[in-house]
């Protein structure tokens, strides 16, 4: 245990609900809108914009920190992919590192897993059929990495919607032995994505099916807790321990849909799972605060 890390959590929490002190701790930044993929659930590559500057980057660690950010996640569009000069996600990772408890990043995986990040997300949406439907020809080439890859701490990161909810059961059964762990979100509706989005009894259904499975021994790290408690949304969010930035450097704190979104898609029907873990770790539910200290390894 890093006896400087929990005091400096436990200073965070007193902080936040003592004295009105709200800072975030997660950040993601997504490094460009650029991708490999075309996916049918993403937005982000329908959307062109410049990729973000090492300078600015370099200028956003101190940045981040001094805002109270500890846990920093590389995003896209393929983070993978970034580059600024002779600058690849390799320069960026080790600059981070100077900086936060914990680096990771996500990834569609299609590029080699060899980036010395704490933790790898690897995205995969089904089945090979399946997977390759919403994603493009990808999964064996998926699988091929992650089976190459001498990273120690590679998570398999399930977006659950309509089409693969079906086959969610035999896919944690096929990446159980590849990955250290598996976390899910629900999808989300953007604009320019088609509607893929389960009904409430389809959640609910697909919820208990993983949370029989967790208990059966399964690697799914989300906690039972969260599980249950979006199968209707009835946790209470806390918005404010999060914070995103944009390829352009903005900052934005608050949830990772601010800004990203149009109005007419609420927060009620969300389905970010972290948001959900790191809201009820706050709360002190010990269950989602070990889900945190398992994926992240911060203390």
Known sequence: MNLSRVLYLARYYIRAKFFNDKR?????MKLTHRCTLTCRQCPYWQRPAPD???QKAGELFPFLYKKGIRLLIFEGGEPLLWKDGSKTIHDLVREAKRYFFCVGVTTNGTLPLDV????????IDGLRKTHDALRGKSFDRIIDNIKSS???????????????????PELVRVLAPLVKGITIQFFYPYPESE?????????SAVLDQL????KEGYPLTDSVLALQALK???????PWMIANVEPDGTFNQGCYLKNRTGDEYPCTLCGFAAH??????????????MAGKEILGIF
């Open 24 to 28: 975030p701790i997660l950040s993601g």
């Open 232 to 238: 209707d949304n009835n946790w209470k969010c806390e």
């Open 150 to 168: 001498c990273h120690a701490k590679i998570f398999a990161n399930i977006t659950i919607n309509r089409i693969n909810a079906g086959e969610l």
């Open 211 to 214: 949370i029989k499975m967790k």
């Open 116 to 123: 010395d990040t704490d933790i790898i997300w690897v995205s």
């Open 52 to 54: 973000l500057s090492w």
């Open 276 to 289: 959900t873990e790191i809201s009820l770790a706050y709360q002190l539910h010990w269950s989602a605060i």
């Open 195 to 203: 509607d893929l989005a389960l009904s409430w009894e389809q959640r």
